[in-house]
Structures are given as C-alpha cells and as structure tokens.
C-alpha cells in the first residue's frame, strides 16, 4: 500500500475538510478525493461520512485511524534508520514563543549551521495553542512553550529553564529608581503594554491587575515584542518580559527596572507529539535547544 494515502487519509482525519487537507499536503483537492477514494476501495470500507460541513470519520475509520498513525511512524523510523550514518540532514520546525524566537533561537540556529550546514531549521512564533494545534497536525516537529503548567494527553513536556521576568519602564518615568517598591494597588492605576492575548506570562499578570479591588488599568496588546519595548521606552507605560528580551535595553539606558512585587518566572518546557517518533534532525535540534537554556 502506498503509505501516501495514509498521510492523506490522517491529515483529513485531523482537519475534517478536504480543503484544508489538501493545503496542508499541498495537494489539489481533488488528489486529496481520489486518494481517500483509492484507500477506501483497497480497505474495502467507507472511511469518512461526505458532509456539508466537512468530512467526518466513520466507526471504520476511526478505528483505523490508529493503526494508519502506527505505520507512518515506523515508516519514519525506518527511514531514521537508513541514514544514521551519514551526515544530518533534513527539515525541522520548531514553534516558540515570539519572546524566545527573538532572544534565543537565533544562537541555537547559528550553532546547528556551524555542526551540521545541510540541517534546515525554521522557526514558527505562535502561541501555546498553535503550538499544539501543529504539534497534532504534524506541522511542527517540538515546539517551546512558555506556561506554568502543561496538560495534554497527546504531547509530551520537558521543563527546560525558567526565565526571570522584569517589570520595566522607561528612565523618566515616576515609578523609576524610586525608594519605596511600587504596590499593586500603585501599579492597578497604570498603563501597561503588554504582549499578545495567549501569551501566558502577560495574561498572569493582567488577570492580577485587573484583580486589585478599584483597578483602572490601561491594557494595550500588541504582537510584536518590538513595539511594546518602543512604547514603553517612549514614557507611555510599563510593561512585563523576560530579561533575556531586555538586556541591551536595559544595559544602554532606554529601559530601566521599576522595583516592586516579585513576579514569578516564566516556565520553559519542550513539547513533542506522544505518538510521532522524532527524526534524528528533530532529536538533534532539541539536544541543542536544551543545551542552549541548561547553560
């Protein structure tokens, strides 16, 4: 059997739609129909109910679907096996965190370039959920997630490091280098800058804001770790990141950190797929991102 069908056949079982099926596989629609088609009639059972909302799997299928996962993995791992010989090469995605993406996957990269030029590694900044969401459809091969606690049945985790948060402002601000540490009930009345909805650390401390009996604080979201620095950098508010983000800003004098209740550390740990047996390119990239946070 042509295991094409099988990757075909699980990634419509994931997304529920040809289309998106298709898009993943980076097949026309209609290759999609035809191989699901072709399984079907070498399986001799119907594998999915056709639907106006999509594509859904039946009990056959269903029960298949395990086995279908089993024999793409050993066709993985024997592939693994054909070439441990030889020199690393191959694909590997890696999902992060935008606050890691810019502080430190850039150096586990140029590490990886040097030891091994034929490895591609691509980076992916999403959020937890998209982490695992990709983790599931097989788009990323480990991703770093950036949360307390880590509970899915189906990925597994390894705590790696935790990373000191910083509260910060700008040089002028009033909170800045002053004697007495800034309360919460003092910080409730501010605005702060704070990274995307998903990000756990900030919501952490939103929810901890907004929890101060008589809280007025101003929350302003942004994407992009770049324009919260800048903001806050401006005098417009304060805000909350890993120190790893803000060393050389706070080492040229364009932020500084405003003393007040410890916040806690962000926890880093390193998430793969329970069933999905890793490369020897996958497992390589993951020794050096642990080694790269261990140190």
Same mark, same amino acid.
């Given at each position: 059997?042509?295991?094409?069908l099988?990757?075909?056949?699980?990634a419509?079982?994931?997304?529920?739609?040809?289309?998106?099926?298709?898009?993943?596989?980076?097949?026309?629609?209609?290759?999609?129909?035809? $191989?699901?088609?072709?399984?079907?009639?070498?399986?001799?059972?119907?594998?999915?109910?056709?639907?106006?909302?999509?594509?859904?799997?039946?009990?056959?299928?269903? $029960?298949?679907?395990?086995?279908?996962?089993?024999?793409?993995?050993?066709?993985?791992?024997?592939?693994?096996?054909?070439?441990?010989?030889?020199?690393?090469?191959?694909?590997?995605?890696?999902?992060?965190?935008?606050?890691?993406?810019?502080?430190?996957l850039?150096?586990v990269?140029?590490?990886?370039?040097?030891?091994?030029?034929?490895?591609?590694?691509?980076?992916?900044?999403?959020?937890?959920?998209?982490?695992?969401?990709?983790?599931?459809?097989?788009?990323?091969?480990?991703?770093?997630?950036?949360?307390?606690?880590?509970?899915?049945?189906?990925?597994?985790?390894?705590h790696?490091?935790?990373?000191?948060?910083?509260?910060?402002?700008?040089?002028?601000?009033?909170?800045?280098?002053?004697? $007495?540490?800034?309360?919460?009930?003092?910080?409730?009345q501010?605005?702060?800058?704070?990274?995307?909805q998903g990000?756990?650390?900030?919501?952490?401390?939103?929810?901890?804001?907004?929890?101060?009996?008589g809280?007025?604080?101003?929350?302003?979201?942004?994407?992009?770790?770049?324009?919260?620095?800048?903001?806050?950098?401006?005098?417009?508010?304060?805000?909350?990141?890993?120190?790893?983000?803000?060393?050389?800003?706070?080492?040229?004098?364009?932020?500084?950190?405003?003393?007040?209740?410890?916040?806690?550390?962000?926890?880093?740990?390193?998430?793969r797929?329970?069933?999905?047996?890793?490369?020897?390119?996958?497992?390589?990239v993951?020794?050096?991102?642990?080694?790269?946070?261990?140190?």
């Amino acid at each position: 059997m042509d295991t094409r069908l099988l990757q075909t056949f699980t990634a419509l079982a994931r997304t529920g739609s040809f289309t998106a099926a298709a898009a993943e596989l980076h097949l026309a629609q209609s290759t999609v129909t035809v $191989q699901i088609k072709a399984l079907e009639k070498a399986l001799g059972t119907r594998l999915f109910d056709r639907l106006a909302r999509g594509a859904l799997l039946t009990g056959a299928g269903a $029960q298949l679907l395990t086995l279908a996962e089993d024999v793409l993995e050993a066709e993985s791992r024997l592939l693994a096996a054909a070439t441990e010989d030889g020199p690393l090469t191959g694909s590997v995605m890696v999902g992060a965190a935008e606050t890691l993406c810019s502080a430190h996957l850039p150096s586990v990269i140029a590490v990886l370039r040097d030891d091994h030029p034929d490895l591609e590694v691509h980076l992916q900044p999403c959020s937890t959920t998209t982490a695992v969401e990709g983790l599931r459809a097989g788009k990323l091969d480990c991703a770093l997630l950036l949360e307390e606690q880590v509970g899915y049945p189906d990925i597994t985790v390894e705590h790696i490091a935790d990373q000191p948060l910083v509260l910060l402002c700008a040089p002028g601000h009033r909170l800045a280098r002053r004697e $007495q540490p800034a309360t919460w009930q003092e910080l409730a009345q501010e605005d702060f800058f704070l990274h995307e909805q998903g990000c756990s650390y900030s919501d952490r401390l939103a929810q901890r804001l907004e929890s101060v009996a008589g809280a007025r604080p101003r929350l302003t979201r942004f994407g992009s770790i770049e324009a919260t620095r800048s903001c806050v950098a401006a005098g417009l508010g304060l805000t909350a990141l890993p120190h790893a983000n803000v060393v050389e800003s706070l080492r040229d004098g364009r932020l500084t950190a405003v003393p007040g209740p410890a916040l806690p550390d962000v926890s880093v740990h390193l998430a793969r797929h329970r069933r999905r047996q890793p490369t020897r390119a996958a497992d390589t990239v993951a020794a050096q991102v642990v080694r790269h946070f261990r140190r």
